[in-house]
């Protein structure tokens, strides 16, 4: 059985819905939602690349090759060292934050 | 036949098992996207087989997922007969809304079924049957490491290879507009179908055993253990930074202030300007000041590497979150925690932080409480001052004043926010959490060089360009005298200083030695001991250049300020070093990102901060002290 209601839109809407009220995590969204944590993370995805959602990578877990903390970190917390992030060759775990996107 | 899918699903393995490896690349016009081509028999027939670049839909962001979708939806014949979407089974969602848009056309679909042990491993089973009704397509399972399977997906593409097209899955419409509204809501219709599919097929096995991540996660993340356990860690942190490093910088100190001085004044006496003004910039100014930060090298390298290694664990993400959930109890935007962070390394990148903040308040507010977080510049001063008055203590000591950081960083927030801006609005906050990992000695090494560099690079320069301006300051007679003849006492340094001392005499350091440093620290943190140095250096010459000779001096100049209470007043300006305002770098940074007239207010506060707090804490520390 499906675990989004005909009518109220589908997954996407409720994840998105589940932000706006305030969640958490990720579990919080399924919890929320009723939805497999499998679903809920590519919804998340999908959103992210609608631009409904914003993803953040932290730069407090460093990239390979740099970090966030010192002097040389940019203004957006990335590395300022010249290391990429989110990096393809990442080795380290990686801090994401996500938030409902602001109307440019 | 064409394989296509998200990236990382196995695609070019079974590219790979299908063909035998016999794969060509080549460059297509306008890309230098790599495609895979190779061949693999059909039955009777040999079938061309194209690996397309990774693609997790048919809504192309880069140019790889562009060219897989000129491939596919080809109008011109060159299409594929028959389209396998390689679907991960540990992540089936993500893999099937390209399935979903591809079943929106009447073009043959084969779903190629991969990772099924990773799935396993957490828990759940995918019912390829189950699957394969949901999705109106066949689905074949496989594991194409391992080659198994593979002749039933060839078998499966030949019998839909002779079916022909399909019909297409009703209910879907194209956008047809540019509508944002019209895409959510179909790629909304879409997620629906998949999610179906999903449900349909996805089996739960309870097998799902709860990691050790997990399991660390329930006390690291835990409302009241986490915060304590955090605080234990940076206690640790500390106690074995000023511990085990101390017997290094006792080396080098003794290595600068000793052969190095010496050497350096035999030079510039060698080259005749031995008993001049040059012969103490090099050896009070230059040797002594830079001298001085040099010895901090083994510290601060100490403690970049437990910090990078606890990041690297996973464990600094946690205390993101225990970090996080402390700051929106007390009602500041949860978001504040990244900028208040990057703080603790330098605050200059953190002003600038703010900007990933979505309202003009909460970047103003968490500007102005970014120069309460202690950077790592205000560590050197702290354990200089700690290892001389508190040496059986001085990790201790080290980590109350992050503590006071953070209590300060608070308190100054929730006043501001009760009488500024009562209605501030908190921002929803998510984090998905990485599983803890052993860390990496290649990579922990590596971040703890890059940040030794980036703090030795800041230092230097600032440290240089201080080092001469004290030296002309502490050359120039305030009164009688001529250039570089005159004590230091009587300079123009010491004038200066002497003028802004009275102000401090409640908190304990009202002597123009004290005062001085604080002065320069308004530069910049790195300079206080390079200042201090150069000070004393001058004093007492002879004396400070012995291992140890700047701590009695310390002493000497507190125990006289505070009438015999100097540990007390030690205490009392760490804390105004740690409130008052932290740089002229930070001051830029604030009024390029919150203005001047901002600006301005967080150094009245700051200041009025820095002193009422010393005052407090010498006026009742030297009671019972």
Redesign the interface.
């Known amino acids: ?4 209601t005909p009518g109220a ?5 409720a994840v998105l819905q589940a ?8 579990d919080e ?1 399924g919890e929320r939602t009723g ?2 944590r ?2 809920v ?3 998340v ?2 959103l992210v ?2 631009g ?1 959602l914003e993803a ?1 990578e ?5 990239p ?14 990335q590395a ?2 010249g290391a990429v992030a989110p990096s393809a060759t990442r ?10 996107r ?1 109307p440019a | 036949m064409a394989l296509a899918g998200a990236p990382n699903v196995g695609k070019s393995t079974l590219f790979n098992a299908l063909t035998g490896a016999r794969r060509t690349v080549g460059n297509w016009p306008g890309t230098t996207v790599e495609v895979g081509r190779g061949a693999v028999a059909v039955g009777p027939q040999t079938v061309a087989v194209v690996d397309l670049p990774g693609a ?2 048919l ?1 192309p ?1 880069s140019p790889d997922e562009q060219l897989t979708r000129d491939l596919l939806l080809a109008t011109d014949g060159s299409a594929p007969d028959v389209v396998v979407v390689v679907a991960s089974a540990a ?4 893999s099937l ?1 390209l399935v979903a848009q591809l079943r929106e056309t009447s073009r043959p679909v084969v779903v190629a079924l991969t990772m099924e042990d990773v799935a396993a491993r957490r828990g759940q089973r995918v019912d390829a049957a189950a699957l394969t009704a949901a999705l109106g397509c066949p689905v074949v399972a496989l594991d194409p490491r391992r080659r198994s399977g593979t002749e039933r997906l060839v078998t499966a593409v030949e019998h839909a290879l002779h079916c022909g097209p399909l019909v297409p899955r009703p209910g879907a419409r194209p956008a047809g507009d540019e509508d ?1 509204e019209a ?2 809501r179909l ?3 879409r ?2 179908w ?3 599919a ?2 349909a097929a ?1 089996h739960e096995t309870g097998a799902r055993a709860r990691t050790w991540s997990d399991r660390i996660d329930r006390v690291a993340t835990a409302p009241v253990v986490g915060p304590l356990l955090f605080l234990a860690v940076m206690w640790a942190v500390f106690q074995v930074t000023t511990t085990v490093a101390a017997p290094l910088q006792d080396a080098l100190d003794a290595l600068v202030t000793g052969p190095v001085s010496s050497g350096a004044s035999w030079l510039v006496g060698a080259v005749g300007l031995g008993a001049t003004p040059v012969e103490g910039f090099v050896v009070d100014g230059l040797v002594a000041g830079v001298g001085m930060l040099l010895t901090f090298v083994p510290l601060m390298a100490l403690m970049f590497l437990l ?2 290694v606890l ?4 464990y ?2 946690r205390a ?1 979150v225990v970090t996080d959930r402390l700051m929106r109890r007390i009602g500041l935007p949860g ?1 504040a925690f ?2 208040l ?2 703080g ?3 605050n ?2 953190a002003v ?2 703010t ?2 903040l ?1 309202t003009v308040r909460q970047r103003v507010l968490t500007a102005l409480l970014v120069p309460f977080t202690s950077c790592s510049a205000r560590l050197t001063v702290y354990v200089l001052l700690a290892r001389t008055f508190f040496p059986e203590h001085a990790g201790t000591v080290v980590f109350a004043m992050y503590l006071a950081s953070i209590v300060l960083v608070v308190l100054v927030g929730l006043a501001l926010r009760s009488t500024l801006w009562r209605s501030m609005g ?12 052993r860390p ?1 000695v290649r ?1 922990s090494l ?2 703890m060089w ?2 030794l560099q ?2 030795l ?2 230092a230097s320069g600032i440290i240089v360009v201080t080092v001469v301006a004290v030296w002309l300051l502490q050359s120039l007679p305030a009164g009688g005298g001529s250039f570089g003849e005159v004590p230091v006492e009587d300079s123009v340094y010491a004038s200066i200083s002497r003028t802004v001392a009275p102000a401090l005499d409640p908190a304990g350091f009202g002597q123009w030695e004290s005062v001085s440093a604080l002065v320069v620290g308004f530069v910049a943190k790195e300079a206080v001991i390079s200042s201090w140095a150069q000070t004393y250096a001058l004093a007492e010459p002879s004396s400070a250049r012995s291992p140890g000779a700047l701590g009695d001096q310390l002493t000497a100049t507190f125990d006289a300020s505070s009438g015999g209470h100097g540990a007390v007043a030690v205490l009392a300006f760490m804390v105004f070093l740690l409130a008052y305002t932290p740089c002229v770098a930070t001051l830029a940074a604030q009024r390029r990102e919150i203005g001047t007239r901002w600006t301005v207010f967080g150094v009245l506060v700051q200041l009025v901060v820095a002193w009422t707090l010393a005052v407090v804490v010498f006026q009742v520390g030297r009671v019972f002290w």
Do not use: K, N, W
């Open positions: 059985m499906s675990a989004t839109g589908g997954p996407l809407t932000f706006r009220d305030g969640v958490h995590s990720l969204v939805l497999a499998d679903v993370q590519a919804c995805d999908h690349r609608l409904r953040r932290l730069a407090v877990g460093c390979t090759g740099g970090c966030g903390t010192c002097a040389s970190a940019t203004a957006t917390g300022g060292c080795s380290g775990p990686a801090l994401v934050t996500i938030s409902v602001r | 997790y839909s809504d962001m992540h089936l969602a993500r809304y944002p895409d959510l790629a909304d219709e997620f629906g998949v999610e179906q999903v449900t996805v910090l990078a990041e690297d664990s996973g600094m993400a993101a978001r990244l900028p962070v990057v603790f390394g330098c200059v990148p600038a932080a900007r990933i979505p908190a921002e929803p906050l998510v984090i998905d959490l990485p599983p803890y990992q990496t990579l590596s971040v890059l940040r980036g703090f690079r800041t």
